[in-house]
């Protein structure tokens, strides 16, 4: 069987035969099946097991494992085995050890620790890659492969190595061409900065104060490319050896190390790892103005930073994405030094051609400060969600509690003592032919992408407010209105959207203007703070803000205010102004940021009362495009509550924690609250989901 043929959602777990006896192996494959699992991801941190010294291979025992797969009636996803090298070759070859940013070397004792900028580490990686495509890329249980694990984990998505200092100078001397034009990007005549030399410039770690933000930038798109680079190496060996079977790569929620679009580029889908009760740290880090949030859910976690990364998985390979220009780094004289779309194959076989959530949490976690044991019903609550997202499979992490080493207190589908988990039973009762498979198209587009993100937080003058926690702001205040919501690069096509919003699009070219000024021709455009601050090189434009997106703003920016977390600054609707009469005599208030702007053609909607900024605009329109410039959750949801109106979308409010996500003709009912709660005339049980036909909810 070709894989993805299905026509629902599928389901997988996380196993690990060798943590285990081979007597258990067979029983637990058993087990899986009569699970209604499909899918099993083996092999990730096996490369021990399965190269015990350099150049002998043992392969007997992983032979073994997948043919008792096989016979079980399971299909293996395996993983190439680079996130944990060998102690043979840290002691073989110790500069392969990462850097860390105090400059000190990682050593091994845990995983990733390994220098992705190290031409001998990724010899070693392109070996054992080939090893194992050659053992098993035509396997008929073999359906596809996992690069890696988690690029990124450990804070390790930036080596700080001689290697990577020698690779950085290398990367800017083809990126610039000359030191004259770097030293005009980067601004270096600010502090004597200038280089007369590339082997003067050193890595932006250990610098007195502040770096230079460009020079940051630039190194963390270096760092980015290596591992676009290291991942590229290992598809072009799978491709080339295992015909016929999918790539993808499980990657972490709102993990900021590298550019996850670049890095997909050359899969043929991308999962990620979805642990909800552990993802509310983000709430704590974020310091919301409802800091009763993270406690609320702390059994559940909350639906929107869930959904959020749904949404943002699923847009990394859709559609609208594939003629996405490579980066926006390439419009600075900048070439690199690897495709940034690597040429594949991607398989046809699926329909909807959706994510994976590669592994889902199915009980408590490990690695957050407080790991609460989730409510009932939480584990078929995330399944359903990530089906109405969008996501084909999903997959368990784990299959059995590990009874050894770092994640002891981490929880699997099986207990240590191998009795059923609760979750065990909640994936028993799950239906699967329920959740039929299609396409998510929707009409409203939220734009993220990652150089923004990196400017936005190398400098975010403003305690408790960063990248994340202002797009966060936009896409929850959209998902309680009931709208279902894309998340996708700003490059990409936006024909199809009626309302596309930009919360934090701290980046601007001129190309990316032009695309920008094309689509609000046909649809609303609202911005939030900072858009257009800075451009490709990380400069602000000499201009000032908006730069290339001033004319279709019909503003420039006037004043900004960094606000201590206790302060606050009131904004009410402009007296006189175009809004309807129910928003005049509401207020809001804005926290961490608010910036005022100078109206060149575009209309005061809102204008901030008291402080020094009183009086000055705080939302602006300019014919179909809004821009707000304060941070305020309520008042984002009545901007975006009219705008959404105004498109024909019919907004519907929702209770907190109540959810409405649509995938084909099917929308899922969710109550994340462990409590009822009384919608629509009817009663949601606590932690429960309800698949809804087209004419049970007015939507």
């Known amino acids: 069987m070709l ?107 845990s995983r990733r620790h390994c220098d992705l900028s190290s031409p001998i580490y990724r010899a070693f990686s392109r070996r054992i890659t080939q090893a194992m495509a050659e053992r098993y890329g035509q396997h008929p249980a073999v359906v596809g492969w996992q690069t890696d694990n988690e690029f990124g984990w450990g804070d390790t998505a930036q080596s700080y190595s001689p290697a990577a200092l020698k690779g950085f100078q290398g990367w800017l001397e083809e990126r610039y061409g000359s030191l004259d034009t770097l030293n005009e990007a980067w601004g270096n005549v600010f502090w004597s900065m200038e280089y007369a030399d590339w082997t003067q410039i050193p890595l932006p770690h250990q610098a007195v104060s502040e770096v230079n933000p460009a020079h940051a930038l630039d190194f963390l798109r270096f760092s980015s490319d290596q591992i676009v680079q290291f991942q590229a190496e290992q598809v072009a060996l ?26 997909t580029a050359g899969l043929d889908f991308a999962s990620w790892d979805s642990y909800p ?22 059994r559940t976690g909350h639906p929107d930073l869930t959904g959020f990364n749904h949404d943002l998985y699923r847009g990394m390979l859709s559609e609208s994405v594939k003629n996405v220009p490579s980066s926006s780094a390439d419009t600075a004289q900048a070439n690199t030094s690897a495709p940034l779309h690597p040429t594949h194959s991607p398989l046809s076989t699926h329909p909807s051609r959706g994510f994976w959530v590669m592994e889902q949490q199915c009980g408590q976690v490990n690695w957050a400060p407080s790991n609460p044991l989730p409510a009932d019903g939480a584990v078929q609550l995330w399944t359903a969600q990530a089906w109405a997202h969008g996501a084909d499979v999903v997959s368990y992490f784990r299959w059995r509690a590990a009874t050894m080493a770092q994640e002891v207190m981490h929880s699997g589908l099986l207990r240590h003592g191998e009795r059923p988990d609760r979750g065990y039973a909640e994936v028993e009762a799950l239906k699967p032919q329920e959740f039929p498979l299609s396409k998510v198209q929707n009409k409203v587009a939220l734009l993220h992408d990652y150089e923004s993100l990196w400017l936005y937080n190398l400098q975010p003058h403003a305690e408790g407010l960063n990248y994340w926690a202002q797009a966060f702001a936009y896409y929850r205040a959209l998902r309680a209105l009931g709208v279902d919501v894309d998340i996708i690069h700003p490059d ?104 005022s702007y100078e109206l060149e053609g575009a209309e005061a909607l809102y204008r901030y009362r008291g402080g020094p900024l009183g009086g000055e605009a705080a939302v602006i329109r300019h014919g179909n495009v809004t821009v707000v410039g304060a941070h305020s959750e309520s008042l984002i949801s009545e901007v975006l509550k009219d705008l959404l109106t105004g498109a024909g979308l019919s907004p519907l409010p929702l209770p907190e924690g109540v959810r409405l996500s649509r995938r084909g003709g099917v929308t899922l009912l969710q109550n994340w609250n462990t409590h009822p709660v009384h919608w629509q005339g009817q009663e949601l049980a606590p932690v429960s989901t309800r698949l809804l036909q087209p004419a049970e909810v007015s939507i």
């Not at 894989?3 to 959602?9: E, G």
């Not at 790539?247 to 670049?262: E, L, P, Q």
């Not at 911005?527 to 908006?546: C, H, I, L």
């Open 492 to 595: 990409s096509d936006l024909s199809g959207y009626a309302l596309v919003v930009a919360p934090a699009l701290t980046l601007m070219t001129p190309e990316r203007a032009r695309h920008l000024e094309a689509a609000a021709q046909h649809c609303q455009l609202v911005f939030g703070p900072r858009t257009a601050f800075r451009t490709v090189s990380g400069r602000t434009p000499e201009t000032g803000q908006f730069g290339d997106l001033a004319g279709l703003v019909g503003a420039a920016l006037l004043h900004y205010d960094s606000l201590y977390p206790e302060m606050t600054q009131n904004v009410a609707a402009n007296p006189g102004g175009s809004l309807s009469t129910e928003h005049q005599a509401a207020s809001h208030l804005a926290w961490h940021w608010a910036e």
């Open 3 to 109: 894989p993805f043929q299905t026509t629902h959602l599928e389901l997988g777990v996380c196993d690990y035969p060798e943590h285990v006896l081979e007597d258990r192996w067979a029983d637990y494959a058993a087990a899986q099946k009569a699970l209604g699992l499909r899918y099993v991801r083996i092999a990730e941190f096996a490369w021990s097991r399965m190269e015990p010294q350099p150049g002998q291979y043992d392969w007997a025992w992983l032979d073994r494992a997948i043919d008792i797969y096989a016979a079980a009636g399971l299909e293996v996803l395996l993983c190439t085995p680079t996130a944990a090298p060998p102690a043979w070759l840290v002691a073989q070859h110790p500069e392969i050890l990462p850097y860390g940013r105090t400059g000190q070397v990682k050593t091994s004792g």
């Open 277 to 298: 009760t552990g993802t509310l740290q983000a709430l704590h880090e974020w310091k919301l103005a409802e800091p009763h949030l993270a406690h609320d859910f702390a």
């Open 238 to 263: 799978l491709r080339e050896l295992s015909p016929g079977r999918f790539i993808t790569h499980n990657f972490m929620g709102f993990f900021s190390g590298f550019d996850h679009y670049r890095v």
